[in-house]
């Protein structure tokens, strides 16, 4: 459930981020904005317990 909210998040705004960048003249915001998603899902995947104990399949 969470991989699909942040891939929405991510992959909806990147879009408009890359665009508003460019607009701005600063397209190295994009970068520092992919930077800090990368950064975020390594935290939560860090944070993340493990499931073979708990897997249902």
Known sequence: MLFRST???F???AEYIAL???EQ???EWFYWY???CA???LLV???MG???ARGHL
């Open 50 to 52: 493990e499931t073979k």
């Open 11 to 13: 992959g909806g705004t």
């Open 20 to 22: 508003f960048a460019k």
């Open 45 to 47: 995947y860090w944070r």
């Open 39 to 41: 950064l975020l899902s």
């Open 34 to 36: 992919v930077t800090g």
């Open 7 to 9: 891939v929405a998040i």
């Open 25 to 27: 003249g600063h397209e």
